[in-house]
């Protein structure tokens, strides 16, 4: 089992630390989404670019995160998304996007468990894959849902020149059949 993954993959106004357990001391700003688990420490930015020096980060605060699975076979971690003040937290495969500005704003993630995750440059997009279908998030909030692509289990095979292609398994069957999805409209090809 790996331990788990920061991707800051996007441009971020934001410092994350993935705690092994509660601090002892915890900070004045504490949100739990929605129950207590998964622990994070964020610092946002104050103002200015991304890369300023520690000084000009504000105050932090401890995001605390419900535990979806403890499986290996689901994420943990946290990555960076198109929008560079919201981060999203994922606690084996329970996925939150987090206003790192205004902690109390967040949205979770529909699948439960989110199975993989991945950064999308062209078009700025951060891919959550699920059991039957992938849904993506912009700078926007969430571009879209594929809707069912799969009976059981979505497989990512490539991903190039706007077009996310990949494997699901279909029940009648019994095969893998291949798919292809436009990654600006979320609509199949």
């Not at 059991?131 to 926007?140: D, G, T, V």
Request: hydrophobic share 40%; net charge negative.
């Amino acid at each position: 089992m790996s331990g788990p993954t920061i991707d800051l993959s996007f441009s971020h106004r934001w410092q994350a630390e993935i705690l092994p357990a509660r601090p002892l001391i915890l900070p004045p700003r504490r949100y739990v989404y929605p129950r207590d688990a998964e622990e994070v420490l964020i610092k946002p930015q104050k103002g200015g670019a991304p890369g300023l020096a520690f000084e000009t980060w504000g105050e932090p605060f401890l995001a605390t995160c419900a535990l979806g699975f403890r499986d290996p076979i689901v994420p943990t971690g946290v990555w960076s998304t198109p929008e560079p003040e919201k981060i999203c937290a994922v606690s084996g495969g329970y996925a939150y996007i987090i206003d790192t500005q205004a902690p109390g704003c967040f949205t979770m993630i529909p699948y439960r468990p989110v199975l993989e995750v991945r950064a999308v440059h062209d078009p700025g997009l951060l891919v959550f894959v699920g059991h039957h279908s992938i849904l993506a998030w912009s700078a926007n909030g969430q571009a879209w849902d594929s809707g069912k692509l799969s009976d059981e289990g979505v497989t990512i095979t490539a991903i190039e020149s706007g077009v996310l292609r990949g494997l699901g398994w279909e029940m009648l069957s019994d095969r893998e059949r291949p798919f292809a999805v436009d990654l600006r409209t979320g609509q199949r090809l």
